[in-house]
Each structure stands twice: as C-alpha cells, then as structure tokens.
C-alpha cells in the first residue's frame, strides 16, 4: 500500500514497476493540464525516476523552448522533440511526461504504439488558468484564451487516440495520480501492453 492509500499490487499479484525496455506510464495531454506535476508525484510514489520531455530538450540544447521556436522555428523545434522523445522511450524506465504539441509529429504518435500512455484531460477554461502567465510560445496572440481554446480543440481526438485511458485531470494533483496509478493496475491486471 502506498503512502497515499492506492494499493499499487493488482489482484492479479503484479505490481506497478517499470519494465526493462520500456517506461512505466507516458503522460499526455495538453498545456497546463499538469502532465509535469503529477508525473513527478506518480514517480515518487512508485519509486521510479520521472522525466519531462521539454525539460530533457532544453537540457540537452542549452535553451529555451520559446528560443527555439522562435530562432529556430516549430518544425525544428517539433523534429528535436521527436529525437528526445524516441530516446526516452527507448531508455527511460520511469514515468515520462511529453510536451503537449509531441502528439502533432507522426513519428511521435508511432512510438507511443507499444507503450502504457495516459491522456490527462482538461477544459479549455481551467488549463487556461493554469498557463495564462507563463511565455509559451504558442499562446502568443492578440487572444491568448482563445488560441488556447483552438489548439486543444485540433489536438484532443489526438490525445485520446494515442492514449489507452484518458484520465480526467481537473482535481487536486494527488487525486489525478491516484487516478492514473488506479488505471495503471488495471491495465497491468487486464495483460494490456505489458
């Protein structure tokens, strides 16, 4: 049992670990709908290591994402992206979180095929009042709420496509994690990519 009460051991016996080629759980969704916040309480309470795919990027460029997109523009910025994220798939055995535009590349959305991925799904309304200060280069309009309305609006079929389950990510950070450690069992319980 966990410290948060989730009994991470399914009924079947088999327990909520990484496996040895692959990550434990992939985080999708779009900005503002706490992929970041709750992939690192769901590492920590599986004792796993986390990784941000936008963190990861800057680590390895030395830069900002918005200086990217902006020196370098998107499709560049989008062909760095899917280099780092088929690397972390490949080699990361924790929990993993994508940038919210990763699912817009191809090669992306092929890569996430075999894996354990979760969409955490909020509104329009309240993943803009999670990001409405932050300098996200792609909310950089004359209306901001609006962009941000548009832009989930083209990706949400995606994020669901690629998902096994989407998880509904409106509540406290902690809830979300158990929510996704309860679907996580399940699937683990169910034989589903294993």
């Known amino acids: 049992m966990s410290s948060t009460g989730v009994d991470v051991d399914t009924p079947a016996g088999r327990s909520v670990e990484p496996t040895a080629s692959r990550p434990a759980a992939v985080l999708v969704g779009f ?3 706490g992929k970041s916040t709750v992939g690192r309480l769901l590492a ?8 941000d795919t936008d963190h990861e990027i800057v680590r390895r460029t030395g830069r900002s994402i918005p200086d990217i997109f902006v020196t370098d523009g998107a499709d560049r910025f989008r062909e760095l992206e899917a280099e780092v994220v088929a690397d ?8 993993v979180a994508l940038g919210g535009g990763a699912v817009t590349t191809r090669t992306v959305r092929d890569a996430l095929d075999s894996h354990r991925v979760f969409y955490l799904k909020v509104s329009a ?6 990001v409405r200060e932050s300098d996200r280069p792609l909310l950089a309009s004359d209306d901001p709420a609006q962009r941000y309305r548009a832009l ?3 990706r949400e079929e995606t994020y669901s496509a690629v998902a096994g389950v989407d ?7 902690d809830a ?3 929510l996704v450690i309860l679907a996580l ?3 683990l319980t169910a034989g589903r990519p294993s």
């Open 31 to 33: 900005m503002g709908a």
């Open 44 to 51: 920590d309470r599986l004792g796993v290591d986390f990784i």
């Open 88 to 95: 972390v798939l490949s080699t990361h055995t924790g929990i």
């Open 125 to 130: 309304e309240s993943g803009f009042e999670r």
């Open 152 to 154: 989930l609006a083209e």
């Open 167 to 173: 998880i509904d990510a409106h509540g406290d950070p």
């Open 176 to 178: 979300v994690a158990d």
């Open 185 to 187: 069992a399940e699937e």
